[in-house]
């Protein structure tokens, strides 16, 4: 297997699970007071913008298991990140071994 790997012109920012869930839920719960709320959603609004205007790129990375384990926001979840990511994934250390053969 032959591994290249070329620096990108743009950053590539990562997001913790913790950093989406609390996204889709300063949107959608009411849980958070008015400044947490404002600050998870100025932030989404935020990356979103400098995706759109492919100043950054958002992936999406293997977290399905710890979105899915908290059995809430499921769905919103994956929204914000398919919104952030626009269809950009990390591949799975798994997969890559699969594409090696």
């Given at each position: 297997?032959?591994?290249?790997?070329?620096?990108?012109?743009?950053?590539?920012?990562?997001?913790?699970?913790?950093?989406?869930?609390?996204?889709?839920k300063s949107i959608i719960d009411?849980?958070?007071?008015?400044?947490?709320?404002?600050?998870?959603?100025?932030?989404?609004?935020?990356?979103?913008?400098?995706?759109?205007?492919?100043?950054?790129?958002?992936?999406?990375?293997?977290?399905?298991?710890?979105?899915?384990?908290?059995?809430?926001?499921?769905?919103?979840?994956?929204?914000?990140?398919?919104?952030?990511?626009?269809?950009?994934?990390?591949?799975?250390?798994?997969?890559?071994?699969?594409?090696?053969?």
């Amino acid at each position: 297997m032959e591994v290249r790997i070329d620096k990108y012109d743009k950053p590539i920012i990562w997001l913790g699970t913790y950093v989406i869930i609390n996204m889709a839920k300063s949107i959608i719960d009411g849980s958070f007071n008015e400044e947490e709320k404002a600050k998870y959603v100025s932030l989404f609004e935020l990356l979103r913008n400098k995706v759109h205007e492919e100043k950054i790129i958002c992936p999406k990375v293997e977290q399905h298991e710890e979105i899915e384990q908290g059995q809430r926001l499921e769905r919103e979840c994956h929204e914000k990140e398919n919104e952030l990511s626009y269809g950009v994934n990390f591949i799975n250390r798994h997969l890559i071994q699969h594409y090696k053969h």
